[in-house]
Nanobody, 125 residues
Framework: QVQLVESGGGLVQAGGSLRVSCAAS????????MGWFRQAPGKEREFVAV????????SYADSVKGRFTISRDNIKNMVYLQMNSLRPEDTAAYYC??????????????????WGQGTQVTVSS
C-alpha cells in the first residue's frame, strides 16, 4: 500500500525553526519527484517546495525562499522540509506529495499522484 506520512509539526514562536518529515512506504521513493504544499484555514492549498528524484534540483515558492529547505533521503525513504525564520503567516497544515513524472518540477497540486494526510504547523506571534 502506497503511503506518505508526515510528522514533526507543532507550535513554534515567530522566528523559530521546525523540521517536518515525510515517511514513504509501499513505493520506491527515487521514482518520484516530491513536493511540499500547505493549506491554511479558508485558503486554497498552495505550493511550498519541490525536489527532483535525486535531490539535485529544488524549487521554492517566493514566500519561503531563503527560509525553507527541502531535502530527501532515498535510502531511508524520507523527505524533509526545514523551516527557519518562521512567521505567523506560515501557519498551515503541511502536506507532502509524490509525482511519478520525473522530468516535472510541479508547482500545481494536480501534478501529484500521492498525498500524505498532513501535519499542522502553528506559528505564534
Amino acid at each position: 500500500q502506497v503511503q506518505l506520512v508526515e510528522s514533526g509539526g507543532g507550535l513554534v514562536q515567530a522566528g523559530g525553526s521546525l523540521r517536518v518529515s515525510c515517511a514513504a512506504s509501499g513505493l520506491t521513493l527515487r521514482r518520484y519527484t516530491m513536493g511540499w504544499f500547505r493549506q491554511a484555514p479558508g485558503k486554497e492549498r498552495e505550493f511550498v517546495a519541490v525536489i527532483n528524484w535525486s535531490g539535485g534540483s529544488t524549487s521554492y515558492a517566493d514566500s519561503v525562499k531563503g527560509r525553507f529547505t527541502i531535502s530527501r533521503d532515498n535510502i531511508k525513504n524520507m523527505v524533509y522540509l526545514q523551516m527557519n525564520s518562521l512567521r505567523p503567516e506560515d501557519t498551515a497544515a503541511y502536506y507532502c506529495a509524490g509525482d511519478t513524472t520525473l522530468w516535472r518540477m510541479g508547482t500545481d497540486s494536480q501534478s501529484y499522484d500521492v498525498w500524505g494526510q498532513g501535519t499542522q504547523v502553528t506559528v505564534s506571534s
